[in-house]
């Protein structure tokens, strides 16, 4: 299948995604759009498994942005000790919270550049954010997202860095197909096409991947 073009490969590989997955969402569990926020900077580094183990009774206390702000890091820290980079995370929520109850009277702003100048917030999570949360054709690129984009050959070597990588994506994915197409990366990267590893006996496209495994992962 080497001789495919960029343009027939994406058309092959999303055809197959919108078949076998055509309602697809994050994992991770949430009730309002700062509830998502939180729980999307909390997944830095860290399985959503173990998030939405935590993020219970972190918003049984502070359910919105205005019970956040009032709190201190350490008040945060307590229930989120076990996620990665726990005291960081817990400044960094405290410090979110505070942001919107100042700036945004505690709502989470659609517009990408007040959600980047929210502490904790870089371009990944705002994407997320874009997305799940407004709709919009955002495309947020992790780790998984960003190995599987160059193992299918979906991207060239040139694409090293993430927003690279979402540049090309977004050029070539249509518009209606574009929140989706995250999910899709990202759960193929999560369980099959796995970091150390990819699992291709149980791979459903492996007819149609170059397995472009070296230098697909970032760094």
């Not at 307590?78 to 960094?92: C, G, L, Q, T």
């Not at 999570?125 to 190995?147: E, M, P, W, Y």
Request: proline share 5%; charged share 25%.
């Amino acid at each position: 299948m080497q001789h495919m073009n960029r343009k027939e490969r994406y058309e092959r590989i999303l055809a197959h995604f919108r078949e076998q997955m055509p309602n697809v969402n994050t994992e991770l569990e949430f009730g309002s759009v700062f509830q998502l926020l939180v729980a999307v900077i909390l997944s830095a580094q860290c399985t959503d498994k173990r998030i939405n183990q935590v993020t219970p009774e972190l918003f049984r206390h502070f359910p919105d942005a205005k019970a956040m702000a009032k709190a201190e890091t350490e008040d945060v820290l307590e229930y989120i000790s076990s996620v990665s980079y726990p005291n960081s995370k817990a400044a960094h929520l405290v410090a979110m919270a505070r942001t919107l109850v100042e700036r945004h009277n505690g709502e989470v702003p659609s517009d990408m550049n007040a959600l980047l100048d929210l502490p904790g917030v870089g371009r990944k999570t705002a994407n997320v954010i874009q997305s799940v949360a407004f709709g919009k054709a955002t495309l947020a690129v992790d780790t998984h997202v960003f190995r599987v984009a160059h193992r299918l050959g979906l991207v060239g070597r040139q694409d090293n860095t993430p927003l690279k990588v979402e540049q090309t994506l977004v050029k070539y994915i249509p518009q209606e197909d574009i929140p989706d197409a995250h999910h899709w990366l990202l759960l193929h990267g999560r369980y099959v096409c796995t970091s150390r590893k990819p699992h291709c006996e149980k791979c459903e496209i492996e007819q149609l991947c170059p397995k472009l495994i070296e230098g697909s992962k970032l760094g």
